[in-house]
């Protein structure tokens, strides 16, 4: 029997596009877990792109902005903000409910060149590149206080060995570079979630890093509320143990974990495993890039599998994971097409080029339900 509309949603089901039936959705799934969400880009939030917004609506409760909100293009040049772009992304979310994520306020990528320098080219001071730090994020989450719930203050600082990283954020201004991030993010929207950002910290050295940056900043009195583990994954890594491991490391230090950038890549390893570090690039060719025509169904099965292990490990760490974000929407939509091979094609989300649901969907949905059957759902809120 066919379900009507009307009925379905009274159910809190939906269908997704191009099937009669009606689906449950991923945010119902993991309700009892985490917020789910993804990152989106300008077509999809202001909805040009309408059938990636009815997969957003329709699956998601938690969305992060993939580029709008960065230094390059939310501030391109001295006294040049754009905030139209930020504004219509922060306005999807209210409409529909989500918990909206700022990202990212100070990172070494994505920020122009004239951020370092004065009128002249000359190096910033400290003190010049501190008070410019503290207009941008004044202005920047000034201006969406009390909507954008959460903060991606400072992204990647750390090298892959935990040593800090040697940006010019960190040459010019010096360590503390992160606390004053943070206490400016603090000082324009007192109520934001903060959150450190960086990706594989998986890997024993950089998270022994992470933890002992995270600790000073604690010590330093900061709110820092949670840490975010970027995961852009591959088939073999992180193992469950690394991942499971990291989300406990953080957690006993009191912080929230998230997962802020996932996808799981199954094309040829053109980067370190857990890299996602976006100035690199490699040449491609066509042993890089080997499944113009389709995923062979073996590997199809492959990567739900792994999505499906990678889900039963959150869930079994759900107590300490708030929030499980996925970098992009739809196959056609995600970075790795173009990182850190131009014009590859790439597999590593739920939904495919059609926007319908992969066998990782199913096997993602299967591991909520039988996460269901092994804890009975919680009443208290996370
Ligand atoms: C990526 C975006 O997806 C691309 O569109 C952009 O060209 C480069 O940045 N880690 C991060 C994200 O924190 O901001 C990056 O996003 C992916 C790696």
Redesign the pocket.
């Given at each position: 029997m066919k379900i009507k509309l009307p009925v379905m949603a009274a159910l809190g089901l939906a269908s997704i596009g191009h099937c009669a039936e009606p689906q449950p959705t991923l945010k119902e799934a993991f309700q009892n877990y985490f917020l789910i969400g993804a990152?989106l880009?300008a077509n999809q939030f202001s909805e040009r792109d309408s059938r990636g917004a009815a997969i957003v609506k329709a699956q998601f409760n938690t969305i992060t902005p993939?580029?709008v909100l960065?230094w390059e293009a939310v501030h391109s040049e001295p006294d040049k903000y754009d905030f139209e772009p930020g504004d219509q992304y922060v306005k999807f979310g209210e409409k529909n409910g989500m918990f909206v994520i700022g990202?990212?306020l100070v990172?070494h990528?994505?920020t122009p060149r004239w951020v370092f320098r004065d009128g002249e080219g000359k190096q910033l001071t400290r003190e010049a590149l501190l008070k410019r730090m503290q207009d941008h994020i004044q202005k920047v989450v000034g201006r969406y206080k009390g909507r954008i719930k959460g903060w991606?203050v400072v992204?990647?600082a750390l090298n892959e060995d935990g040593t800090m990283r040697r940006s010019l954020w960190l040459t010019i201004i010096g360590d503390d570079y992160l606390q004053k991030a943070f206490e400016f993010a603090q000082e324009a929207d007192p109520a934001a979630e903060l959150y450190y950002?960086d990706?594989a910290l998986e890997n024993a050295p950089k998270r022994k890093g992470a933890i002992e940056l995270v600790k000073k900043l604690m010590a330093a009195g900061v709110h820092l509320k949670g840490v975010g583990l970027?995961n852009?994954d591959r088939m073999d890594w992180p193992t469950s143990q690394q991942l499971g491991d990291t989300i406990e490391a953080f957690a006993k230090l009191g912080l929230q974990v998230m997962i802020t950038?996932l996808d799981v890549d199954v094309l040829p390893r053109a980067a370190r495993p857990g890299s996602?570090d976006?100035s690199l690039k490699v040449a491609g060719s066509t042993s890089m890039n080997p499944y113009t025509n389709g995923l062979p169904d073996s590997v199809q099965q492959a990567l739900a599998k792994r999505y499906g292990e990678l889900f039963s490990v959150l869930i079994a760490h759900h107590a300490n994971v708030k929030r499980v974000t996925f970098?992009?929407v739809t196959d056609a939509d995600s970075?790795l097409n173009?990182?850190p091979v131009r014009g590859r094609t790439s597999y590593p989300l739920l939904f495919d080029r059609e926007g319908k649901p992969k066998p990782a969907f199913d096997a993602v949905m299967k591991a909520a339900t039988a996460g269901d059957s092994k804890a009975p759902a919680r009443t208290e809120t996370q």
């Amino acid at each position: 029997m066919k379900i009507k509309l009307p009925v379905m949603a009274a159910l809190g089901l939906a269908s997704i596009g191009h099937c009669a039936e009606p689906q449950p959705t991923l945010k119902e799934a993991f309700q009892n877990y985490f917020l789910i969400g993804a990152a989106l880009n300008a077509n999809q939030f202001s909805e040009r792109d309408s059938r990636g917004a009815a997969i957003v609506k329709a699956q998601f409760n938690t969305i992060t902005p993939e580029n709008v909100l960065k230094w390059e293009a939310v501030h391109s040049e001295p006294d040049k903000y754009d905030f139209e772009p930020g504004d219509q992304y922060v306005k999807f979310g209210e409409k529909n409910g989500m918990f909206v994520i700022g990202h990212t306020l100070v990172w070494h990528n994505q920020t122009p060149r004239w951020v370092f320098r004065d009128g002249e080219g000359k190096q910033l001071t400290r003190e010049a590149l501190l008070k410019r730090m503290q207009d941008h994020i004044q202005k920047v989450v000034g201006r969406y206080k009390g909507r954008i719930k959460g903060w991606d203050v400072v992204n990647e600082a750390l090298n892959e060995d935990g040593t800090m990283r040697r940006s010019l954020w960190l040459t010019i201004i010096g360590d503390d570079y992160l606390q004053k991030a943070f206490e400016f993010a603090q000082e324009a929207d007192p109520a934001a979630e903060l959150y450190y950002n960086d990706f594989a910290l998986e890997n024993a050295p950089k998270r022994k890093g992470a933890i002992e940056l995270v600790k000073k900043l604690m010590a330093a009195g900061v709110h820092l509320k949670g840490v975010g583990l970027q995961n852009h994954d591959r088939m073999d890594w992180p193992t469950s143990q690394q991942l499971g491991d990291t989300i406990e490391a953080f957690a006993k230090l009191g912080l929230q974990v998230m997962i802020t950038e996932l996808d799981v890549d199954v094309l040829p390893r053109a980067a370190r495993p857990g890299s996602a570090d976006v100035s690199l690039k490699v040449a491609g060719s066509t042993s890089m890039n080997p499944y113009t025509n389709g995923l062979p169904d073996s590997v199809q099965q492959a990567l739900a599998k792994r999505y499906g292990e990678l889900f039963s490990v959150l869930i079994a760490h759900h107590a300490n994971v708030k929030r499980v974000t996925f970098w992009g929407v739809t196959d056609a939509d995600s970075w790795l097409n173009s990182w850190p091979v131009r014009g590859r094609t790439s597999y590593p989300l739920l939904f495919d080029r059609e926007g319908k649901p992969k066998p990782a969907f199913d096997a993602v949905m299967k591991a909520a339900t039988a996460g269901d059957s092994k804890a009975p759902a919680r009443t208290e809120t996370q």
